[in-house]
Structure formats: structure tokens, C-alpha cells
């Protein structure tokens, strides 16, 4: 959005990143882009209101807390105060920690480093509010823009009340700040800076729900027809392998430009790590030898039909079948979970069943996309 260099399209999402780290947020290529940004939308939305298309505009929330501004401190004066203010945190002194920020952001106001200690120091002293409020403005003066600043989600806003009818907003950023239970959202919803955990995508999708319900059809929203997490996750055939391939997929975001630069770094990958390792002791010691032997990319676009092979590979049809159908149940329009399950039935001796599965797998390549 902000890069100004031509990226080739098929790439890996990182590689497409901002090349400049440091856009500020009174800058012109940041007020040319949500100029740019502003009028955009408003074609979009002109298009969908000329076709007679109900449409709803909404905001793009993002991980405040548990992710430390990307762009570094510039001032060798600041750098220096952000090491006293750091020791001051490892010894528990919030509250002179707290004074020394306020004195240094009097000096350098714009550094999102300073910001986000604000944020963690008032937390830490119980000003939730405050806190929040903090962590946003860290958010917003962090030169990294990956995460929509507020005069883009402004913008959203500014759009949407500029019809009187046919355009409906969602205010979904500010929705889910209200159900988080951190002062901002965090690693309650977020795997990273911007990407939703399952707690977060549910999170979103229950907003945009209810106000699709209540706002474009008029009716009554019924949030006890909703199912419970266990029951959720039952339905959407997720497991703790998912959780885990979600997160091997973040901790080596770590290692990535511009990531890398993260101050917390080292905190961030811990927190990553613990949740890998409670998950990676949850399943079954099998499944992890065959998990570990997995690519990312596979991990990313085909976990289970990979787990399909791995197991049938290792000599065992009856979980292979298990994996290939549960890719099945989330993916019922693909052929590859079809054409896995055939083959594990063919290991079991099964050679009718596996011709009906290669129907089905027929029937999906044929189905229209």
C-alpha cells in the first residue's frame, strides 16, 4: 500500500511488505495514501450503490499489546533513556518508570518506542484505560505501517456516513477492543500483528454477524444459537494441530526483515514458543515425529491431506483415512481429500469404498469453482 517499489505478484506475503520502515504519520506519502485510500473506497462503494448491492464498510483491527512498534528510535538521546526506563521496569518500578517516559516523550513525543512503555507501564498499574489509549498512539507513530493507523480507520467511517442509505458500517476494531479483556487486543486474538488467531477470526465473524443481522436485515440478533468453543471447534473439524501448524507459522516471522527489529523480539518468540510447546505436548507422540517432518508450506495450504500422506507413508491407512477425511469435512469442494481417502482405503483392503471416494474426488474436480 505505502511501498513505492514495483513487487512482482506472486510472492511470499513478506517479501510485499512497506520497503520504508519509518513513515510518519503526518508525512505526505501517508497522507497521499490515505487520500488515495479514502477515494478508493468511495468507488468501490458508489459501484456496489449504482448496482442496487447493499454493501458494509468496516474497520481492520489489529494487534496493539503484545506486539512492540517495529521502527527503531532514532534519537541517541532516547535510546539512552529507554535503557534507564528499562531497568526501571525489570525492577518493578512502574511509577518512576512512568515519570521518566512522560519526561522523555515531553523531548521526543513522536518515538512509538516511548508510546508502547507508556502503554505496558500504565497497564501494569492498573490505568486499563490509559493503557489502551497508549498503545494505540504506539500503533499509529510506529513507522512500520502494518497495522491500519486510526486516520485509516477514520477514513472507513468518513465514507460510510457520507451516504444516507444503502452503505452500512461496522465498527469492528472498536467492537472487539470492547471484548478483549486486555486493555487493547492482544495475543487473545491476534497469532501476530495483524493475522487473527481462531478465538479472533470467531471474534470478527460474530461482529460482522450480528450487525449484518441487526443492521442490513432488520432482525433480531440471537447470540444464544451460537455454538460453545468445544462445540465450534467440532464443527469446523479444528484440532490442536491447527493451533500448532498457526503458530510454527508465525515464530519464524521473527527471524524475518522487518520483524527482527522488534525490541521485544526475544519476548515475543517466547510467548509464540510456550503455546507451541503446549500444543506440540498435547497430541499424540506420533503425530508430532510425523508433524515435525512437515514444510511450512504444507503446514500452511494443505495440513491435513499432508498428514494424510505422512501417516500413510508411516504404515498406518486407519489414521491416514482419519486425516484425509477430516480435510473432507473442511474442504468438501477439493478433489485431493477424496483422492487421499481412496488411497488409504486401498491400503485397507477397502477397493470398493476407495472407487467411491475416487467418484466423489471426479465429482468435486468437476463441480464449477
Not at 343 to 353: N, V, Y
Amino acid at each position: 500500500l505505502f511501498s513505492l517499489i514495483p513487487r512482482p505478484d506472486k510472492t511470499h506475503l513478506v517479501s510485499t511488505l512497506p520497503a520504508d520502515i519509518g513513515i510518519p504519520l503526518d508525512g505526505p506519502l501517508f497522507q497521499r495514501t490515505r487520500q488515495r485510500f479514502h477515494d478508493n473506497l468511495q468507488r468501490m462503494t458508489e459501484i456496489a450503490r449504482n448496482a442496487n448491492i447493499p454493501i458494509m464498510l468496516s474497520t481492520v483491527p489489529s494487534n496493539l499489546r503484545d506486539m512492540a512498534p517495529l521502527q527503531p528510535s532514532a534519537n541517541s538521546a532516547t535510546l539512552a533513556k529507554l535503557k534507564a526506563i528499562d531497568s526501571l521496569r525489570s525492577y518493578r518500578d512502574f511509577g518512576p518508570a512512568l515519570a521518566a517516559i512522560h519526561a522523555a516523550r515531553e523531548d521526543d513525543p513522536d518515538d512509538p518506542l516511548l508510546a508502547y512503555r507508556e502503554g505496558q507501564c500504565l497497564e501494569q498499574l492498573g490505568r486499563a484505560g490509559d493503557a489502551g489509549g497508549a498503545y494505540t498512539a504506539a500503533a499509529d507513530l510506529d513507522g512500520c505501517r502494518l497495522r491500519a493507523a486510526t486516520p485509516m480507520l477514520e477514513v472507513v467511517k468518513q465514507v460510510a456516513d457520507g451516504y444516507p442509505d444503502g452503505v452500512h458500517y461496522c465498527d469492528v476494531a472498536a467492537v472487539l477492543r470492547s471484548r478483549s479483556q486486555l486493555p487493547v487486543p492482544g495475543s487473545d486474538f491476534f497469532l501476530e500483528h495483524v493475522h487473527y488467531n481462531l478465538d479472533g477470526t470467531w471474534q470478527a465473524a460474530t461482529i460482522l454477524a450480528e450487525s449484518i443481522v441487526h443492521d442490513v436485515l432488520g432482525a433480531t440478533w440471537q447470540p444464544e444459537r451460537l455454538p460453545a468453543a468445544p462445540e465450534r471447534d467440532e464443527m469446523l473439524g479444528v484440532t490442536v494441530l491447527d493451533r500448532l501448524a498457526a503458530d510454527s507459522l508465525t515464530v519464524v516471522l521473527f527471524d524475518a526483515w522487518p520483524f527482527n527489529l522488534s525490541p521485544a523480539r526475544d519476548a515475543e518468540r517466547k510467548q509464540t514458543t510456550a503455546r507451541m510447546t503446549a500444543s506440540f505436548l498435547a497430541i499424540d507422540p506420533r503425530e508430532r515425529e510425523l508433524f515435525a517432518t512437515l514444510s511450512l508450506d504444507a503446514m500452511h495450504q494443505h495440513l491435513w491431506t499432508a498428514m494424510g500422506d505422512a501417516w500413510l507413508a508411516a504404515g498406518h491407512p486407519d489414521e491416514s483415512l482419519a486425516a484425509f477425511k477430516r480435510h473432507i469435512h473442511r474442504r468438501p469442494w477439493e478433489a485431493a481429500g477424496y483422492l487421499g481417502a481412496a488411497r488409504a482405503l486401498d491400503a485397507q483392503g477397502k477397493t470398493g469404498d476407495a472407487d467411491a471416494m475416487r467418484k466423489r474426488a471426479h465429482a468435486a474436480a468437476d463441480r464449477p469453482s
